[in-house]
């Protein structure tokens, strides 16, 4: 076994920055509060509970700040919420739609054009590949759903299976955390974290302002126009008794391809209107709560979702009049994913010495991916691949916490626990090539165990008008080969397993200058191991003039992160402004190229390797203004904007990655019957100086090929809300009203401006979306 050891914190933070960080910490917790009154007021109502008797409308309960409930305006970081309401009234149905107004966060989707044999190309084979936060995605976003961790995004070749393994319709609230969580989440939490929270049964049957119900629940139907999706759902929620309730909830749906405004509808590689395509998503959510007192609670999830998605590749069929015998006449694939989820949460209010409350979670899940497809070739018989990825996966976590209280004017909240997570993971490639002496079964990488432990501490430190959070967390991970069976042979170097160890720590100060206003800074450190696709993912093979090294020496990445805000909370209006900047070591760069032309007797070279430092750094300024009162209802507007800059620190060129900035704003009306938005979105362009090269990587000899580059667009959109009566609701909306045409950069970002395809990568136009929701 390989060895590999991250030193303790002055390796992940220097020196220098770690005592002045101490240092500070130090020196505000003895500056003296602002007045007794106000004082009194933090303590009692901020270390005691999430709940305090006077609130403000701006105030939101979140959970991933801190691990236990805590109010959003007393954390040190930049934290989005979108709740159930949210979800069904903006008609958001995927979590593409979840990161439409969001600043600095985004979501790829590129069109199906992918490929089952021939040239690799895996383009939007993985559908929504998930989350991008402030520059970082893919696997650097930890993607959590009742703490349990989803799993992981996979790209070998022309294969990819992405992160969206949820079913919307599901989900309670959604919490997204700007920044790293590596200190109370761990490795995978390097860039932020995404929290989905299923619904329970206390979401139907205690409705605010209401008297509590023994059955209760809604049926719901939905519809969009961008991908002609169509579902149907019920949840059913009930009371046994005082102690016992349960919840039963169901959705399923079908769905075509994501539109474009792409007019060539010719079935051959000039095609730019998407392939015919067909989705179906089944999911099921079941939970059974038991409270036999105040002090307790005890809640078993089940959770099962199943997609299927068939495609006829249209746009892979080589043009008329064919003349070779292995020219491609067709090419078809169907996708299937299931995720099923057993989860336990225990929890105590135990209010002794040592400890207030006491949470438990214990979570199973075995997620697995297939892809198969067939190549129907000109004379030449047909290639089929079969193509698969599965985790099965154990975690289980134990968190505490004591309230401390010395004085009126200082208490102190201890947060600490133990986590561990266990995901074997595997993967198989097969098929029929005939004629290919060189084509076998085989094991992109070997069936791996990837496991961690980890043990955290925050303090969570009241003083006055200070709020002050340190925070260290020690991790250790292990990526063991299980077995080389079916990897080596045919690899010709058996793989090897690495086990490694790092400190993370975070300090966080949040000032409260007065009952509307509040500031703070935040420093944390963030790491992520490697997986086991990286370390010994390998290809080689005589007839592909292109080999795919391993690299078992990859170190994990590493962190330094620095935000400073500010906060505004007026009764009519409210704001905050972060300011962040991050540098990175050790960045993993997945099959980087190392030289090869890609022919035969010299084929191109790929390994995943290190690079030495980047950074990004960036804003993000979010808030909402109360206008006034017209004819019994209220007016407001929405608003965020966000903009993040990447540079590559060794080669001192950008990180050509980056999304552009995005202006999100909007001008809301409502009142008791209706709920009115209309939305502008702006999307900057990117131009030449943001790109490492304007130059595609390949040819790298003249004459070379420019990047096609998105232009700056603005689009609108609109969603009304008509509540019937009490519990039946009407949602309409049309968005990309004007019908603009326009691309995101994540979707075309390597796509050569010469490409005579570009119109397949844009956006949707004009569409509409409507649902019907009756609750009883």
Not at 711 to 721: G, H, I, N, R
């Amino acid at each position: 076994m390989t060895s590999l050891s991250l030193k303790t914190a002055p390796a992940t933070i220097p020196l220098k920055q770690m005592t002045l960080a101490v240092g500070l910490a130090c020196c505000c917790a003895m500056i003296p509060c602002a007045s007794k009154a106000q004082a009194q007021t933090t303590i009692g109502d901020l270390a005691n509970s999430a709940t305090p008797s006077l609130t403000k409308p701006a105030q939101v309960v979140v959970i991933s700040g801190a691990r236990y409930e805590q109010f959003v305006e007393n954390l040190p970081m930049a934290i989005d919420v979108i709740d159930q309401k949210e979800i069904e009234r903006l008609g958001i149905t995927d979590i593409r739609d979840l990161a439409k107004n969001l600043a600095n966060v985004d979501v790829k989707r590129a069109p199906a054009r992918f490929t089952v044999t021939g040239v690799g190309n895996s383009t939007g084979r993985d559908g929504n590949a998930g989350f991008s936060i402030r520059g970082q995605d893919g696997n650097r976003v930890l993607m959590l759903i009742d703490g349990m961790r989803l799993p992981r995004s996979y790209i070998n070749g022309s294969n990819a299976f992405g992160r969206d393994s949820i079913a919307v319709n599901l989900i309670r609230q959604v919490e997204i955390v700007r920044g790293p969580a590596s200190v109370l989440y761990g490795s995978d939490g390097l860039a932020g974290l995404v929290n989905f929270m299923t619904v329970e049964p206390q979401d139907f049957l205690q409705v605010k302002n209401a008297a509590s119900k023994d059955l209760g629940g809604k049926l719901f139907a939905n519809w969009s126009g961008d991908d002609h999706s169509r579902s149907l759902g019920a949840s059913l929620a009930g009371r046994a008794n005082t102690q016992w309730s349960w919840l039963i909830s169901a959705n399923v749906s079908k769905a075509k391809g994501l539109g474009n405004m792409g007019t060539n509808d010719v079935p051959n590689i000039d095609r730019t209107t998407p392939n015919p395509q067909e989705d179906q998503t089944q999911s099921v959510l079941a939970k059974l709560v038991y409270q036999p007192s105040a002090n307790q609670k005890h809640s078993l999830s089940i959770e099962h979702v199943d997609k299927t998605s068939d495609f006829e590749l249209l746009s892979s069929r080589a043009k008329l009049p064919m003349t070779t015998a292995s020219a491609v006449k067709g090419e078809n694939v169907h996708k299937e994913s299931t995720r099923d989820r057993l989860t336990l949460i225990d929890r105590y209010d135990i209010k002794n010495d040592w400890i207030d409350h006491l949470q438990s979670n214990l979570s199973y899940q075995d997620s697995s991916a297939q892809d198969d497809g067939v190549t129907h070739r000109n004379t030449l018989a047909d290639r089929v691949r079969k193509v698969s990825y599965a985790e099965q996966a154990w975690q289980f976590s134990l968190l505490a916490d004591k309230l401390f209280k010395s004085s009126p004017n200082f208490a102190q909240r201890l947060s600490y626990g133990f986590d561990y997570s266990r995901i074997d993971v595997s993967n198989f490639f097969d098929g029929i090539d005939p004629g290919n002496t060189d084509f076998m079964p085989r094991k992109y990488f070997p069936d791996t165990r990837d496991s961690s432990r980890a043990v955290f501490l925050q303090d969570e430190i009241f003083a006055g008008s200070w709020i002050i959070t340190p925070g260290l967390r020690y991790d250790h991970f292990n990526l063991d080969v299980k077995t080389q069976d079916g990897f080596a042979p045919p690899a010709k170097t058996p793989a090897k397993s690495l086990s490694g160890s790092a400190v993370v720590p975070k300090l966080g100060m949040l000032y409260k200058v007065n009952a509307d206003w509040n500031v703070y800074a935040s420093f944390a450190g963030g790491f992520r191991a490697p997986n086991a696709q990286q370390i010994n993912g390998v290809f080689d093979s005589s007839t592909v003039p292109a080999v795919l090294l391993a690299n078992p020496d990859l170190k994990p990445e590493k962190s330094q992160n620095l935000e400073i805000g500010v906060r505004a909370l007026f009764e009519k209006f409210n704001l905050d402004v972060a300011l962040f900047s991050g540098r990175y070591q050790d960045l993993i760069y997945d099959k980087k190229p190392l030289g090869g032309k890609g022919i035969a007797g010299d084929p191109a070279i790929f390994q995943t390797v290190n690079v030495d430092k980047a950074k990004i750094e960036g804003f993000e300024i979010r808030g909402q203004v109360q206008w006034t009162e017209i004819a019994g209802g209220k007016l407001s507007s929405p608003f965020a904007y966000g903009r993040t800059r990447g540079t590559d620190e060794v080669a001192h060129t950008p990180l050509s990655s980056i999304n552009p900035s995005k202006l999100y704003a909007g001008l809301r009306y409502t009142n008791d019957s209706w709920d009115w938005q209309l939305n502008a979105r702006h999307q900057a362009g990117k131009e030449e100086a943001d790109l490492s090269s304007p130059y595609l990587p390949k040819p790298a000899v003249p004459p070379r090929v420019r990047q096609f580059l998105v232009s700056s667009v603005t689009t609108l959109d609109m969603q009304v809300q008509w509540i019937m009566q009490k519990n039946w609701r009407v949602n309409l909306g049309v968005d990309n009203i004007t019908n603009k045409k326009y691309w995101n950069w994540s979707d075309v970002q390597g796509l050569a401006a010469t490409s005579v395809v570009v119109d397949a990568y844009t956006q949707p136009g004009r569409y509409y979306h409507a649902s019907l929701v009756m609750g009883f």
